[in-house]
């Protein structure tokens, strides 16, 4: 990986969905941005930007020779993966293999410095990792701070646990921006940004485009089930993703949710925040709890009959609680109720003091209003003192047993110091799509944030 002393260090960008139209605005002098593609259509878009695509997966498929796929290979699994699953085995260990020799014939040919990557949502991402660490390359995956406008690397892109971390001291500076943004969550009407200004249940655009999408996707689905037709094989698939949302549309015209205000005042609320599927956060960061139907009759089992689960939507997966598996299940628990997306996660708060997530963000938000919080899944705040960390059903039966006034939280010292670190670890700029992801403040600052975590430039020097 000696990098002549004339040329720029090379940077793998990994242009994949929104990056392909982002990753070549992070051209910069101080390295030579190198873009790879997964599909075509991701391909295209790069090219689009004025920049060389150097391999396509996709494009590449039918004239990779596999590699021999080592036992045990895979940090994960087959199941972790949400496109594949359609393959049978052989076909699979053939994918996998073509995905080794793929990254392989990249890595060598450019000796990288650092590549540049979502963190570890398909398997594909997971082969990149592996190889890249075999040769000492920087994987640098983003990951939202909470703080508006900053984020960070993760230093293991598999996790977003905050065990996983080592936070410097923060200066006053990061301090002054914790007491802000503490102030602002702990505001009965708070709202992550990336949940603000969302579709209505019934909005007609989306449901639209759904339906367009879930015809175009079960088409080309059809075209990729046999490997050996030239030009036919397609990584993703989104045919159930997009059905779904027809699915919940439908239903909402005669299924129904619970209301808060039914729930008798004698029984304890636990809160249980539904994730989106499919979603990283489930498949990976919570790869034995991805089930969700599954963990939710699970967390069933370890309440006591004066206890009730309140599951709501997530509020981008409107009508999820309305399909068959959610529907079925409700059904036969009576301790059971399900809320919409629509209802603000502050009003379910200000009914309950225990929560229960795998990796939600209302999680967190709990957990800084003083409520007590058992995560079970791999979460940037999952280390911070206070919270409930759940390793088994039995720890989360002995958990909910516990008398809820004994059970730990999380003090406003801990939350200050804990966000504040974050602040003093992250980088300026806004990598995952946003309003100013293409703003050149924006890109200038990213830019800046790959270099200094490819060891390119030096970290500046904290306020």
Not at 222 to 244: D, I, Q, V
Not at 304 to 311: E, R
Not at 418 to 434: I, T
Request: glycine share 6%; aromatic share 10%.
């Amino acid at each position: 990986m000696n990098q002549a002393p004339d040329r720029k260090p090379n940077v793998v960008f990994f242009a994949r969905g929104y990056q392909a139209g982002f990753y070549p605005e992070l051209r910069d002098d101080r390295y030579e941005a190198i873009f790879a593609t997964l599909t075509r259509e991701e391909a295209a878009r790069v090219r689009a930007k004025g920049c060389t695509v150097s391999a396509c997966f996709e494009e590449d498929f039918d004239t990779i020779e596999p590699a021999q796929v080592p036992p045990h290979y895979l940090l994960t699994s087959f199941m972790s993966e949400r496109f594949l699953g359609r393959y049978s085995q052989a076909e699979r260990l053939e994918i996998l293999g073509k995905e080794i020799a793929w990254w392989r014939g990249l890595l060598d040919r450019w000796s990288p410095v650092a590549v540049v990557n979502e963190l570890i949502a398909i398997e594909i991402s997971e082969v990149l990792l592996i190889e890249a660490r075999d040769r000492g390359i920087v994987y640098l995956a983003p990951m939202y701070c909470p703080i508006e406008g900053m984020f960070y690397w993760l230093p293991d892109p598999l996790t977003l646990s905050g065990q996983a971390l080592d936070l410097p001291e923060p200066s006053a500076r990061a301090l002054e921006l914790a007491d802000t943004y503490l102030g602002q969550v702990r505001q009965s009407d708070y709202k992550p940004y990336y949940v603000r200004n969302l579709a209505g249940r019934r909005s007609l655009r989306p449901l639209t485009v759904g339906l367009a999408k879930s015809v175009l996707w079960r088409w080309r689905d059809r075209r990729s089930s046999n490997l050996s037709k030239p030009h036919a094989f397609r990584y993703e698939t989104y045919s159930e993703e997009y059905s779904k949302r027809l699915q919940g549309f439908l239903a909402s015209f005669s299924e129904g949710y619970d209301r808060l205000e039914q729930i008798p005042e004698a029984s304890e609320v636990v809160l249980l925040p539904l994730h989106q599927e499919p979603e990283a956060t489930l498949n990976y960061m919570s790869e034995f709890m991805s089930n969700q139907v599954a963990t939710i009759e699970n967390i069933l089992k370890c309440l006591g009959p004066h206890q009730i689960l309140v599951v709501k939507e997530h509020p981008v997966d409107k009508g999820a609680l309305l399909r068959p598996k959610f529907r079925e299940l409700r059904e036969r628990c009576s301790n059971l109720a399900f809320l919409p997306a629509e209802v603000h996660a502050r009003e379910v708060l200000a009914r309950c003091e225990r929560v229960v997530t795998l990796t939600s963000s209302v999680g967190w938000e709990a957990a800084c209003l003083g409520k007590s919080v058992c995560v079970m899944g791999e979460i940037f705040w999952d280390s911070v003192p206070g919270i409930t960390r759940i390793a088994s059903w039995h720890d989360l039966r002995r958990a909910m047993r516990t008398p809820v006034e004994q059970m730990e939280r999380v003090s406003p010292q801990a939350a200050r110091q804990f966000v504040a670190g974050l602040v003093e670890f992250s980088h300026e700029g806004r990598p995952l799509p946003n309003p100013q992801l293409y703003s050149p403040e924006n890109i200038a600052q990213v830019a800046d944030a790959v270099a200094i975590g490819a060891g390119i430039a030096p970290a500046k020097a904290s306020a």
